[in-house]
């Protein structure tokens, strides 16, 4: 499986280092995001990273759904029960639950699909930053704080009508804001198709803190930011 590359299994414990989550969100995700840098003070292993795992392990549900409730920080030891009813939480040794999964309906455990569709997946995940979200904000003529970014993928759900797929593809159908005060629940819906035949749909959500009034000259430095970011890491990584 191509998720072998990120990450070890060190006594039945997952085990992400801070160069392979960094290397998966670059990589995979197209993620330049500075918390999955594997020196940021604030490192954060990327959500889509364990929902990939979750899913190479316990299969493509028919529905699927993911919610975050706490950051993985480097070299952090998960446990992912071997046990599955339909429900997933991936914890540490102290038990608190970071990831909850769900899925019910069929399942297909074929590790061509289950590749395609979290590359597909994430590669759309990815994108959050900044094609589709800067547009979102200007509409609503707000943004986060430039100096304290405050954006938290908190969940994603979605459904299949069958999970026999030749070759999964995901394409932003809709994006929505609302906003109430300095908080803004961002959700980006998205189809999800075999070849030009619509199968799915699903949703992704984000809460933005910290909103301010829109600033266009801010947000292009971040957008160059991002932008020389991704170049310099593309120039630089090993092919």
């Keep these: 499986?191509?998720?072998?590359?990120?990450?070890?299994?060190?006594?039945?414990?997952?085990?992400?280092?801070?160069?392979?989550?960094?290397?998966?969100?670059?990589?995979?995700?197209?993620?330049?995001?500075?918390?999955?840098d594997p020196d940021a003070k604030r490192f954060v292993v990327p959500g889509d990273l364990l929902f990939a795992l979750a899913m190479a392990k316990y299969g493509l549900g028919q529905r699927m759904s993911v919610s975050f409730s706490g950051m993985v920080g480097k070299d952090k030891a998960l446990i992912l029960p071997d046990l599955d009813q339909?429900?997933?939480?991936?914890?540490?040794?102290?038990?608190?639950?970071?990831?909850?999964?769900?899925?019910?309906?069929?399942?297909s455990h074929d590790p061509k699909l289950i590749e395609a569709l979290i590359r597909s997946y994430v590669a759309f995940s990815g994108q959050n930053f900044p094609?589709?979200?800067?547009?979102l904000l200007e509409k609503h003529q707000v943004m986060f704080n430039p100096r304290r970014p405050l954006v938290i993928y908190e969940s994603m759900s979605f459904e299949l009508e069958r999970v026999t797929i030749a070759k999964p593809e995901l394409a932003l159908v809709d994006s929505t804001l609302d906003v109430n005060g300095k908080?803004?629940?961002?959700?980006?819906?998205?189809?999800?198709?075999?070849?030009?035949?619509?199968?799915?749909?699903?949703?992704?959500?984000?809460?933005?803190?910290?909103?301010?009034?829109?600033?266009?000259?801010?947000?292009?430095?971040?957008?160059?930011?991002?932008?020389?970011?991704?170049?310099?890491?593309?120039?630089?990584?090993?092919?």
């Design 1 to 36: 499986m191509f998720l072998d590359e990120f990450h070890t299994v060190i006594e039945g414990r997952v085990v992400v280092s801070a160069a392979q989550a960094s290397r998966f969100a670059k990589e995979i995700a197209g993620d330049f995001n500075p918390i999955h």
């Design 86 to 107: 339909g429900v997933i939480e991936i914890i540490d040794d102290a038990g608190k639950v970071y990831t909850h999964v769900e899925h019910s309906g069929e399942v």
């Design 131 to 135: 094609y589709i979200l800067v547009p």
């Design 183 to 239: 908080r803004g629940d961002a959700h980006f819906i998205f189809e999800i198709r075999d070849g030009a035949e619509v199968i799915g749909k699903g949703d992704k959500k984000l809460i933005v803190s910290g909103l301010q009034p829109y600033d266009a000259e801010l947000m292009r430095q971040m957008v160059d930011d991002f932008e020389r970011l991704k170049t310099t890491y593309q120039n630089t990584a090993p092919a």
